[in-house]
């Protein structure tokens, strides 16, 4: 038996690509089970498995000793528990290559989500593709791509896309993308010291550690009535956390509108690799970012090795 499982924070295109990829495995002659590597499910995996009646996989809590198929990472850092004592028969993924991994089976292209992968290797082949499968698949791409907004969408995932939207029978993919961002927009549910930990990342650079929080939402002005809030629990975090700067990136994802928020002490770094002044509140509207990665990490990744 193979488990099929995604990276540690999972998110949509890392459950789904593991549940599918797990079927289309058992359904060419090698039985294979997906596995979610957190006990974390987000509310929207939980809203697409039942919205298409399908079962969530379960948590696996360490691969040590298993045959592993690894979907949407390769950096072990980002892997289940036990991912150094598993055996990785194969990798699906759409990021670069984590160095000094050297895994067998290894299918990585730069298109905007792994699901699309998943789904060409069905439309490639006669394996049947079930309409619930294929709802999910498509689920995943246009929550992976901000539905097709992302930098990293490629005219191969929205190809994917129409043909899996056919089989699935949606009719308007961008209402089934916003009831997605809804279903996970559940930012009224939380704390807004949750709101910082449901998508963060840590960077390093120099000794100085970055925590930057995401937050992608149908509606910005809700989320940002709550600012002074957030930016309270910013200053918490880092003072409890030893970083050298918290930041919470606030994106609108229908309006395509989106904010920083920050300390105003801090506002000389974020305004070095942003546009505009930080606010007395500890804002700044940054129309046109939309990815963490490309937008926020690499710009003041850079600007602090150089200060
Ligand atoms: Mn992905």
Not at 268 to 289: F, K, N, R
Request: with cysteine; net charge negative; charged share 25%.
């Amino acid at each position: 038996m193979i488990f099929v499982v995604g990276h540690q924070k999972p998110d949509l295109d890392s459950i789904v690509s593991a549940y599918a990829w797990a079927e289309f495995l058992t359904k060419t002659g090698t039985p294979a089970t997906p596995k979610i590597a957190s006990e974390k499910v987000g509310a929207a995996a939980r809203w697409l498995f039942e919205k298409y009646d399908l079962e969530l996989p379960e948590f696996i809590p360490d691969v040590s000793g298993q045959e592993i198929f690894l979907v949407d990472h390769t950096e072990p850092s980002q892997s289940p528990v036990g991912i150094a004592d598993a055996q990785v028969r194969g990798v699906l993924d759409h990021h670069p290559v984590a160095e000094g991994v050297d895994y067998e089976n290894l299918t990585v292209e730069m298109i905007g989500a792994t699901a699309t992968l998943v789904a060409e290797k069905f439309l490639k082949s006669e394996v049947e593709l079930r309409p619930a499968l294929a709802g999910i698949l498509l689920g995943a791409i246009l929550d992976d791509t901000i539905i097709f907004r992302s930098p990293t969408v490629t005219p191969r995932d929205k190809e994917v896309a129409l043909k899996l939207a056919k089989i699935a029978g949606v009719k308007n993919l961008q209402h089934f993308g916003v009831d997605i961002f809804t279903a996970k927009s559940n930012w009224n549910e939380m704390t807004e010291a949750e709101m910082l930990e449901a998508d963060a990342k840590e960077w390093e650079q120099d000794d100085k550690l970055i925590y930057c929080a995401a937050m992608e939402t149908v509606d910005g002005q809700a989320l940002m009535a709550r600012s002074r809030a957030i930016l309270e629990a910013l200053r918490a975090k880092k003072q409890h956390g030893g970083y050298f700067l918290t930041l919470a990136l606030v994106v609108d994802i229908l309006e395509q509108q989106s904010w920083v928020i920050v300390e105003p002490e801090q506002a000389a770094v974020v305004e070095a690799i942003l546009d505009g002044a930080v606010s007395e509140e500890g804002v700044l509207a940054v129309p046109s970012v939309l990815s963490r990665k490309k937008q926020v990490q690499k710009p003041l990744l850079d600007y602090l090795a150089s200060h």
